[in-house]
């Protein structure tokens, strides 16, 4: 039996890309929370170059950043496909996972910053977000068509973090009549089982925030 | 009798351009519409320079279209309204940016002379390295670059500290690929390219005796037929990074 280990944090929504893949296609693994504060010889031997989560751990050979991970997972275990199998419609799919890794995170910048600051970061990751919505979504249920796909995973982060991000500001981020194609999408994205199953509970997040 | 089979065969092979003067007039033109490859790019972009090393180690055909950048094109505007930037490619009249999206459809859409491995784990690793080089080192050397005083100094220390790593993954191979260009190697071309001209321009010193074995790649990488055929000239980079640099540092 092929060992498959997964080296995360449950902050981090890289680290739940990471298990969104693995459920979805039904692979048993070894879940290991990191203590970032203290990382553990295991993850700093496995990823000696960023010393980061997550880390999948397969049969002994450790793959490292998140967006990596989802590929090789993708090859390794075809089963219930998050690609699509045209080259053009793939890339497409990439273009936008990458685009998640490149400009998705300014939104996890928004409760660590303060004043003027704040409001440039809110601004940078409402454009952000309009992006996603004018030019990504289209008007399909999820960035893949009808069925989840590895651009949905690469998004999920946004699908519970501005929740908590507007409880922390007190004002709203993802609003519906702004964001109507995101909106519906971050719904459906959360009522597919192995997802809703598998989120960061809400008020431990917002606790962490505060 | 011409078989629709052999059609959409000769449609796969790498000659774009079909002569065959059996063919009905009209097929042979939809096939050439329609295999054209189009590159937007500049004469200096070294992510436009990895798209056409790969077009070219697979021997693909393409046209090639430099923008100027302060009077971007339309098309590009329109093919890359995200970002608006290069490189772009456009196939079959469909367009995909982003160079290292670009280079997996290459290599998804070209199959011969491989630029990724077989093996899930190999392509792992080729990935790694180039989101790498372009999350960390290329934003460090950037700094450097730009940067002034203690900011440029600590840029530098990041950048000689990531190149301890891509040091380290050359060990005991020719190319970061193996025996052969790879997907890493076509990312970590500027080192090959741009890092001399950095290293004239700005007085970093980048690539020196601490890093042996990316001293030895350096030769390998640019002197390769393939890649030595498309080489953004030292001089004109250094005339057009020197005027960058006096943007970044105005003389007191």
């Known amino acids: 039996m092929e060992q498959v280990q997964l080296l995360g944090m449950w902050l981090s929504p890289y680290s739940y890309r990471v298990i969104w893949a693995l459920q979805l296609k039904g692979i048993a693994y070894e879940y290991i929370e990191e203590d970032l504060s203290n990382k553990s010889p295991l993850l700093l031997q496995c990823n000696p170059v960023h010393k980061k989560i997550p880390v999948l751990i397969h049969s002994g050979k450790p793959i490292c950043e998140s967006s990596v991970i989802l590929e090789y997972i993708e090859e390794i275990w075809p089963q219930n496909s998050l690609l699509p199998c045209d080259p053009y419609e793939r890339a497409i799919a990439r273009f936008w996972i990458k685009f998640a890794d490149d400009k998705g995170p300014i939104v996890w910048k928004i409760c660590g910053t303060r004043g003027e600051e704040r409001q440039k970061v809110i601004e940078e990751s409402l454009e952000m977000l309009k992006t996603i919505e004018e030019h990504g979504l289209g008007d399909k249920k999820f960035f893949g068509g009808d069925k989840i796909s590895m651009v949905d995973i690469a998004f999920g982060g946004l699908a519970y973090w501005p929740g908590v991000i507007e409880k922390v500001l007190g004002r709203n981020l993802l609003e519906a009549h702004k964001f109507p194609r995101l909106h519906a999408w971050t719904k459906n994205f959360k009522e597919v089982p192995e997802i809703k199953e598998n989120l960061p509970d809400f008020g431990r997040l917002l606790k962490r925030q505060t | ?252």
């Open chain 2, 1 to 252: 009798m011409f078989s629709i089979f052999a059609f959409w065969n000769y449609m796969d092979k790498d000659v774009i351009k079909i002569k065959d003067p059996s063919l009905p007039h009209k097929v042979v033109e939809i096939a050439n519409s329609m295999a054209e490859v189009k590159l937007f790019k500049t004469w200096s972009t070294q992510f436009g320079a990895r798209v056409v090393w790969a077009l070219k180690l697979k021997g693909i055909q393409y046209e090639a279209i430099d923008e100027d950048l302060s009077n971007k094109s339309a098309l590009l505007l329109q093919y890359n309204p995200v970002y608006k930037k290069v490189p772009v490619l456009v196939h079959n009249g469909k367009p995909i940016s982003e160079s290292l999206v670009i280079l997996e459809y290459i290599e998804e859409t070209w199959k011969q002379n491989p630029i990724l491995p077989e093996d899930p784990l190999g392509k792992a690793n080729a990935r790694f390295w180039a989101k790498f080089n372009d999350e960390k080192l290329l934003p460090s050397i950037w700094s450097a670059f730009t940067k002034e005083g203690k900011e440029r100094e600590e840029a530098m220390g990041a950048v000689l500290e990531s190149l301890k790593f891509v040091e380290e993954e050359l060990k005991g191979k020719k190319f970061f690929g193996g025996e052969k260009i790879g997907l890493a190697d076509l990312v970590f071309g500027w080192l090959a390219n741009l890092a001399p001209v950095f290293e004239e321009v700005a007085g970093l010193k980048i690539l020196d005796e601490r890093y042996p074995l990316l001293l030895a790649w350096q030769p390998e990488f640019s002197e390769h037929p393939i890649i030595k055929d498309y080489w953004p000239p030292h001089d004109k980079l250094v005339i057009k990074y020197q005027a960058l640099y006096e943007k970044y540092h105005p003389a007191k």
